[in-house]
Structures are given as C-alpha cells and as structure tokens.
C-alpha cells in the first residue's frame, strides 16, 4: 500500500511550471522535486493547502492510494 502523489499530473493540467509553483507557494524547487518524485516521507498540511490554491484542486487530485 502507497500514497502516490500525482502532482506533475496537476501541474500540466494547469500549465505551471516547477519553478513557478515552488515560488508561489513558497518552498525550493528542490523541495518541490521531491515531492514530485515520489521522495517525500510526508508532507505538512500547510504545504498541501498552499499547493491545493496554487493549482485549485483538491488535495485527492494530488494524493493517490494506490494498493500493492
């Protein structure tokens, strides 16, 4: 069992760049990468809410349970 995180998906659906969400919510692209590639133990909310209203989505358009 796994939590997919399916934000480059958002991003293209919403033609925004890494480099431009990171800025727009606030946190490095390097952090944004690991994010999207899958790295990331965990995310805060806060995070998760700031990404949600950059991309206006909600956070099951991004975070995906997917069972093994």
């Known amino acids: 069992m ?3 995180v ?3 998906v958002m991003m293209a659906k919403r033609k925004i760049s890494s480099g431009e969400l ?3 919510i606030g ?5 944004l ?6 790295k990331a ?11 949600c209203t950059a991309l206006e989505c909600q956070p099951g358009d991004i975070l995906e349970f997917v069972q093994d």
């Open 22 to 24: 990171a800025n727009r």
């Open 6 to 8: 399916n934000l480059d």
């Open 2 to 4: 796994s939590i997919v």
């Open 27 to 31: 946190i490095t692209p390097a952090n």
């Open 33 to 38: 990468s690991i994010l999207k590639n899958q």
């Open 41 to 51: 133990k965990a995310i805060r909310f806060s995070t998760l809410n700031d990404i």
